[in-house]
């Protein structure tokens, strides 16, 4: 009997849940003016005045083997580009446009150089492709409320020409699976109102994916994230439901679990300032304590996370954004085995922090102040050892002098013997193993 659709993905994401922590870079033509990948649609810009970041587009610092160095040492296992955003822009040597960066001054195929970059350094690869399209002549506009014309009737649309623009979208997917090796990521953004699922003949465009790579992993936008029938969140879902859910800039309280409260691959994304699309004023940058906090809460509830940068105009990944991969980085290197191939801990959520396990071993992320020994609640007689994670060295289980206190909740708790203090998170986020 062939394999259920769940089966598949189970199959299908196993690596993408070893892997746990990616890269997503949203890089084009709104690098230029350089206020968000969403500036046609919030200025209100035509085609025609969008047109002269087309003409003078030249990332001549653009070297994907510097962000592959950085993504790689900022220990993150895979990564995806903006294949082509919302305003349509192709990073790609697309035949079915000439809105591609090959017709800019630059003249190259950015994703393919992505690709052989990333692929180079051992990581995984993928691509975001937007369903949107604001520069597609057939894609409707007036009376969309995502698209920047929406209020002007002169870009009002027949709407049997859509019929024309899936076919260039269908088209632009196939070039993608057939023309740059193999893709482990499809990132579709978005659905909305009445565009979503079939609209967008989902169906025939995921027979059409499986067909060229069937173990690629495809997002859960092509449909419009609702719970009903046939979507990821449920235990039977169709064809084009997605391998995994995408919840953006939020860490969802309890995980992401279908109907029937089994876990489903998730991954959040998350933008590293409060951008995708680079933007030059924005300095909101998340410090690498509270990224690692993100990634472990994430790993917490059996999710991913794919960090965002926005490479400017030049082509460079912003400096503020390299120094923060790459204090997770030198994190990541000494407190990884706590992250990579781990699961949630099935255990309640401890006051001191959070959780994350890899067979018998559980990881307890010391994220709170604690005024001395932490508890761990329910473990009793279970701890054989404890060991700071970093650097091997040993913490006691022990049981409080005044546990009497607490008879009822017989608990072990930490402390560091040599110096009789007790393993505070710092800024370093503390990770005990515990075995
Ligand atoms: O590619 C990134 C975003 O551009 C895209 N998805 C991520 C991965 C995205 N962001 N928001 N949306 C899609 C949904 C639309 C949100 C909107 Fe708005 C709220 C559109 C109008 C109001 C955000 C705020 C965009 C413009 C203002």
Redesign the pocket.
Known sequence: MSQSIIEQRTERTKWFLQDRFGM?I?WGLYAIPAR???IR??ERISVEDYQVYFDEFNPERYDPKEWAKAAKAAGMKYAVL?AK??DGFCLFDSQLTEYKSTNTACGRDLVREFLDAFRAEGLKVGL?Y?LLDWHHPDYPAYGD??HPMRDNEEYKRDPERFASYLDYMHGQVRELLTGYGKLDIM?F??S?DEMKGEAWRATELMEMIRSIQPHIIVDNRLDAGGEGGGSIYTNNPNLYAGDFA?P??IIPPSGVTDNEGNSIPWEA?ITLNNN??YSAADHTYKSAKTVIRKLVECVSKNGNLLL?VGPNAKGEIPRESLDILEEVGEWLGKNGDSIYGCVEAALPKPEWGRYTRKGNKLYAHLLEESIGPIGLVGLAGRVKQARLLSDGSEVFVTRPWNVHLFEKDAFFNFARPETATYPLPDERNTVVELT
């Open positions: 997503f949203h968000g990948e969403w649609n919030g903006t955003h919302h975001y937007s409320r995502h990132w953004d978005f909305y995408s953006e800039q994304c995708w699309g965002n």
